[in-house]
């Protein structure tokens, strides 16, 4: 059975590739300084700003999963997933809100979806 920060980590990484795939479908473009600085915010927040249960449902939400389905797989009512994922992007868009004005607008794109 996996621990606690073994699963943390797994969910780490899959929300990591998913923001970066995102911010580089949205820019369009590849510079690397920026990619490599981002990669940097965006490993620190999670790191350091997320609960575990924020990147756990931010990890299946930028897999594509809606908020009914996170809280069927996490056994929780869909309340509990909502108020996660919107404190947590918060908590993630305030930490990375200066990497680069181009992660900010595809921050919010995420957002509001």
């Known amino acids: 059975m996996k621990s606690n920060s073994e699963s943390k980590q797994k969910h780490e990484v899959h929300l990591e590739?998913?923001?970066?795939?995102?911010?580089?479908?949205?820019?369009g473009e590849d510079n690397?300084?920026?990619i490599y600085h981002l990669k940097?915010?965006?490993r620190v927040a999670i790191s350091e700003c997320l609960t575990e249960k924020?990147?756990?449902?931010?990890?299946?939400?930028?897999?594509?999963?809606?908020?009914?389905?996170?809280?069927?797989?996490?056994?929780v009512n869909k309340s509990t997933?909502?108020?996660?994922?919107?404190?947590g992007l918060?908590?993630?868009?305030d930490h990375i809100k200066y990497a680069t004005p181009r992660?900010?607008?595809v921050a919010n794109k995420v957002k509001n979806t």
Do not use: H, P
């Not at 924020?54 to 056994?75: D, F, H, K, T, W």
């Not at 997933?81 to 404190?87: A, E, I, P």
């Not at 918060?90 to 868009?93: A, D």
């Open 54 to 75: 924020q990147v756990c449902y931010l990890s299946y939400y930028m897999a594509g999963y809606n908020q009914i389905e996170i809280s069927e797989m996490c056994g």
């Open 40 to 42: 940097n915010c965006v």
């Open 90 to 93: 918060k908590r993630l868009l």
């Open 81 to 87: 997933v909502s108020r996660t994922l919107s404190r």
């Open 32 to 34: 690397e300084e920026e």
């Open 17 to 27: 590739k998913a923001m970066f795939s995102l911010w580089l479908k949205e820019s």
């Open 103 to 105: 992660t900010l607008r």
